[in-house]
């Protein structure tokens, strides 16, 4: 299988962990078999030695019983905590792997997938992968081994009890565990989806009650949940009775070994070829001698659900990103003009091309608008300039660099966003302010809430910064929420700010208040600003319409009249945009016609 062999290559780092977890395994199994095996002699040598009426040694059996109690109980406890330990740094490390090969995808190639299905990824299935190593290599090893000094031990004492115990523990160790990874296949294949289906679903119904309620569906997406959730108990149950029925079967194949034993072994004590206490040791030792498969079936049974949780997180690692880092180091620009040249760009499987030779020049300091109405191709422009998409055609240059030659990282810190949909941690607003630099001090924290306008409203609150804001923000308002990000921005003070729709959602007075603030934000930066709200154009120097994405027109605002300005951005056609604002559309044989 594929998928195991991509794990265990995952697995090299801890190859030395897992040695001495299985090494700590077998030698407590061993503790344990010697244990009973011993103690069932020494009790037999006892009572035979004193019906004879003879004496015997009994202090090296003792202290045989007494040591192997003692090394069972010292190696189960190293047996945990080194198989913990492993496993613990194991299923960290996987996260910090899968994230590595995650964040480059964002946000182009993760379009498809909801977040409730990653973080079932990231979190369910990678945890799922703790069962190969705990429960089937570790067990896997120690069963093998210890079959093989089983085996030996029974040979020396007679042949034919090697071969019967042989032939148990395989039937326990290699039939039980092939009838139960085929039982578990389909059922741990499920589970693995419909884990991450029922927590997209339970997240898309806690964040989207609202909406769910307005339109009258909380009925049947809860009827969903169910489904899901029916499903999920039924395939547990099965793989829950299957690991009965295995249990069971394990208990009488050894039980069916014992009985074969004695049938053998009987005739040979009264050849005198075992000695009776020689009996009971065989008995007990057959018996214990099956604690090293029964894990086996149990395992096996759970080896669908690990690979399949594997084949969920491999189809995200081995997804090729949209965008491909330059291999060498990232230019330094001396200044922070934008240029789109002829860009074209077209989402895969896409009717039509989302922009289309695309023209647009922002000096360094200078402002710009781009608007058109939902679907034109504003917010893909934002994307193709902070590199999470590249375009087909054309170039896009910062400060005469294509961005091409930067890497994403690099890229971004000349970039500071304003988002319409601001996303806040669950944590407190001092966090997610430091997230932009963390090691800014509170007197900058203070500074960009001022000039924000968010200083004063978090002073109000009895735990001031230290305030617990909640998931997505859901204990602030969208309008401080915004103005938290604008701070954010602030306190990044990159050169080139991008607003896409800040004041999307917002009243009029907050909007002109947030406004402001932004105002502040952009001096001395070069700014592209989206908006289809007149809003923020007074603070514009250009204006770029798209349709479609195509160039219509773009012009200088402040020639533009207040009344035309409202005209442009409503959601009327284009060739009407275009009239009210007495902006001369791109002719087609005039690239730079106005």
């Known amino acids: 299988m594929i998928e195991l062999l991509r794990l265990w290559r995952l697995f090299r780092p801890y190859r030395s962990w897992m040695l001495l977890g299985t090494l700590a395994s077998i030698l407590t199994l061993i503790a344990n078999v010697t244990l009973i095996a011993a103690a069932g002699w020494f009790l037999a040598a006892m009572a035979t030695a004193g019906a004879a009426g003879v004496a015997m040694n009994y202090f090296t059996p003792a202290a045989m019983v007494r040591g192997s109690a003692m090394l069972r109980t010292v190696g189960r406890y190293v047996e945990r905590l080194i198989n913990h330990e492993a496993t613990f740094r194991l299923i960290a490390s996987l996260r910090v792997w899968f994230y590595r090969h995650l964040e480059p995808l964002a946000p182009a190639r993760l379009q498809q997938y909801h977040s409730g299905d990653l973080l079932s990824r990231i979190r369910a299935d990678i945890d799922a992968l703790d069962n190969l190593y705990v429960r089937v290599l570790v067990p896997v090893a120690v069963a093998a081994l210890s079959t093989l000094l089983f ?35 389909a059922p741990g294949q499920r589970l693995a989806e419909d884990e991450g289906a029922l927590r997209t679903a339970i997240i898309d119904g806690v964040q989207g009650m609202a909406e769910l309620t307005l339109y009258g569906a909380n009925e049947r997406h809860a009827r969903r949940i169910d489904a899901l959730s029916r499903r999920q108990v039924a395939d547990q149950a099965r793989i829950s009775s299957d690991q009965g029925l295995t249990q069971a079967a394990v208990g009488l194949c050894a039980g069916l070994s014992l009985s074969v034993l004695l049938w053998l072994a009987i005739p040979l004590v009264g050849g005198e070829q075992i000695m009776p206490p ?12 099956f604690e090293a498969v029964a894990p086996l079936p149990h395992a096996f049974q759970l080896l669908g659900r690990t690979l399949a949780a594997a084949r969920r997180l491999f189809d ?37 091309p989302a922009l289309a030779d695309i023209d647009l020049q922002v000096p360094e300091g200078s402002r710009a608008a781009v608007v058109g109405t939902t679907g034109s191709g504003k917010s893909t422009l934002f994307n193709l300039l902070l590199r999470f998409w590249a375009p087909d055609a054309g170039a896009i240059r910062l400060g005469g660099h294509e961005i091409a030659s930067f890497r994403g990282d690099d890229l971004r810190r000349h970039i500071a966003v304003v988002s319409q949909h601001t996303h806040l941690f669950d944590a407190t607003i001092r966090e997610n302010l430091l997230i932009a630099k963390p090691e800014a001090s509170q007197g900058a924290l203070e500074q960009a809430c001022r000039v924000a306008q968010i200083h004063d409203f978090i002073t109000q609150l009895p735990e001031g910064y230290d305030t617990w804001v909640g998931e997505t923000g859901v204990r602030l308002s969208g309008g401080q929420g915004r103005r938290i990000a604008v701070a954010r921005a602030l306190l990044k003070d990159a050169p080139i700010l991008l607003l896409d729709e800040p004041t999307e959602g917002l009243d009029a007075t907050t909007e002109r208040s947030l406004m402001e603030a932004l105002d502040e934000l952009m001096t001395g930066r070069t700014v592209v600003l989206i908006t289809h709200r007149p809003a923020g154009l007074d603070w514009v120097d250009q204006v770029l319409v798209l349709d479609q994405g195509r160039e219509l027109a773009r012009g200088d605002v402040s020639v533009v009249p207040r009344a035309t300005q409202t005209a442009l951005l409503t959601t009327r056609p284009a060739a009407e945009m275009i009239r009210c604002a007495r902006l001369d559309p791109k002719r087609e044989n005039d690239p730079g016609g106005l």
Not at 158 to 178: C, D, E, Y
Not at 278 to 289: E, G, K, N, V
Not at 331 to 351: G, K, L
Request: aromatic share 14%.
């Open 278 to 289: 020689q009996l009971a040791m065989l008995a007990l030792f057959t018996l214990a001698s």
């Open 151 to 185: 085996a030996i031990f029974l040979f020396f004492h007679a042949p034919i009890l090697a071969l019967n115990g042989i032939a148990f523990l395989l039937i326990a160790g290699v039939g039980l565990p092939i009838w139960s990874e085929f039982r578990g296949r």
């Open 316 to 352: 995200i690692v081995d997804t090729e990103p949209a965008v491909t880092e330059p291999r060498s180091a990232s230019p330094r620009p001396d200044r922070f003009d934008i240029e789109f040249d002829q860009v074209t760009f077209s989402y895969p499987n896409a009717p039509r």
